[in-house]
């Protein structure tokens, strides 16, 4: 649009030039006629004894007749717009007197002369230096204005960001504690309804870790240097599994697991990182008794499931920070985020399938 | 008899050798102050183009009028308005044509 509009000055710049330049040039051109058509008088009147053309070292010119037939021409450029009185064609300029006496039978006088070009250089010259001057101006000016549009987002996002930084300090202890007494506690001597109630706790505070653990990754972590390490993968799925599992059965969710024994070079707590989150966002968007798939093999890991699915429109925005289709399940919307924030560092690749209602597929190549 | 008959066939062919514009036009003009050549000037003036030319020219010899005359109207006042052609159209266009060729401009600027 900016382009457009700046083609568009352009142009219009580039007629007033060559139209004041023309002006300029008409003036002298007037007078070369007027000149012109006194020696054209006057050979009119001798021309029983005087046979030559006037010429004149300032310009060429020719003579027509009123049938636009010529009678005598020195023109280099023999093409004349006879409904015009003043016009550039190639490098000349032509300008056209129409006698009022049409002496030696001459209605049109065309006067040639060069058009040296110096007012292009100028017009080049400004288009330039003002063009130049107006996309700074124009960038500065967009520039403000995205910066006034996108300041209510930022300061938001500043502000979550401050929430998060200083919530997450106060998560720590009080979860540590939930987990480790969960852990110690005897189901065994437990009454079912109490085993089901401490499951459920158990449930919420995984999840809550879970969170936990990406929000301290992405504010204190992700700075840190990764430390690379080969992994078992097969063995860390069935952990990180194992780990979600009451959270699955929380949910009559099977877990399908078909995994070939392949290592990986990686940070484990990314690799962690990413997995929970792909598992855990496998589980919390499925449906009630729905199924996961994980496939692994060498350079590829797949995570399936049959849950809600997401809008094929919307899968390329899933990956932005804070951005949540779905507010069913709690959540900040930084997951995805910073597994493809992982991801990426790795180089690795990620391709997202899904159909709402039927699930969605997760693919990571490497 | 015979030398008188060869005298006069010899000056009829002359004659139609000379043409319609030597034999119609040129001999009237010469006793006039202003020449032929200075007329198609004056022509050439006020009426640019071969068409525009020659159709003026033909105009004003089947109707000549004082109203339609290039010439001035001194020389008009000492020597009037020519009388109406008697000649054909294909002998005024003959006329008119040998008139154009002798005076044009065209091609003859150097």
């Known amino acids: 649009m900016v382009s457009l509009l700046f083609g568009l000055i352009g142009v219009l710049y ?25 020696r054209l008088k006057l050979l009119h009147h001798f021309f029983d004894e005087k046979r030559t053309y006037p010429r004149d070292p300032r310009f060429v010119s020719a003579i027509y007749d009123i049938e636009l037939v010529p009678i ?22 032509h300008f056209i007197k129409t006698l009022d006496t049409y002496y030696l039978g001459a209605k049109y006088l065309i006067l040639e002369v060069e058009n040296s070009g110096a007012w292009l250089e100028n017009f080049w010259r400004d288009v330039i230096l003002y063009g130049l001057v107006a996309f700074v101006l124009f960038m500065l000016l967009g520039l403000y204005l995205a910066k006034l549009f996108v300041k209510p987002m930022r300061n938001s996002m500043v502000l979550l960001d401050r929430f998060i930084k200083d919530t997450t300090h106060e998560l720590n202890t009080p979860l540590t504690a939930i987990l480790a007494n969960i852990e110690m506690m005897d189901q065994e001597i437990m009454a079912e309804k109490n085993r089901k109630k401490l499951t459920r706790i158990t449930v919420a505070a995984k999840m809550v870790s879970v969170l936990y653990r990406d929000l301290t990754y992405l504010i204190l972590e992700q700075e840190k240097e990764s430390i690379e390490e080969t992994i078992a993968l097969k063995a860390l799925i069935e952990e990180r599994v194992e780990y979600f599992d009451i959270l699955a059965r929380s949910k009559q969710i099977t877990i399908e697991l078909k995994l070939a024994k392949v290592s990986l070079v990686m940070d484990r707590q990314k690799c962690i990182r990413v997995l929970d989150n792909l598992l855990s966002n496998a589980i919390k968007y499925n449906h009630q008794g729905g199924r996961i798939v994980i496939v692994l093999r060498e350079g590829y890991l797949s995570i399936e499931d049959t849950g809600v699915g997401i809008a094929h429109k919307q899968i390329p925005l899933m990956f932005d920070r804070y951005m949540r289709f779905n507010q069913s399940e709690g959540g900040f919307g930084i997951g995805l985020s910073i597994v493809k924030k992982i991801i990426d560092e790795k180089g690795l ?15 990571i190549v490497w | 008899m015979v030398k008188v008959w060869i005298v006069v066939v010899g000056l009829t062919l002359v004659g139609v050798a000379e043409g319609v514009y030597e034999r119609n036009c040129v001999p009237c003009h010469q006793a006039l102050p202003s020449t032929l050549q200075q007329m198609f000037k004056r022509y050439l003036l006020v009426y640019s ?37 008697w000649l054909s159209d294909a002998e005024l266009d003959e006329a008119i044509e040998v008139y154009w060729d002798q005076f044009k401009v065209f091609g003859r600027l150097q």
């Open chain 1, 349 to 363: 690749d990620i391709h997202v399938t899904s159909k709402e209602g039927r699930g969605t597929k997760m693919v």
């Open chain 1, 72 to 93: 005598f021409s020195l023109l280099e450029q023999p093409q004349i717009a006879f409904d015009k009185e003043i016009y550039i064609i190639g490098d000349k300029i």
């Open chain 1, 14 to 38: 580039y007629q007033s030039a060559q139209k004041l330049m023309l002006s300029d040039r008409r003036a002298d051109l007037t007078k070369y006629a007027y000149i012109q058509t006194k």
């Open chain 2, 49 to 85: 183009g071969e068409k525009n030319l020659k159709a003026s020219i033909k105009h004003y010899l089947q109707y000549p009028d004082r109203s339609i005359s290039v010439m001035s109207d001194l020389f008009i006042q000492r020597y009037g308005i020519k009388s109406k052609s």
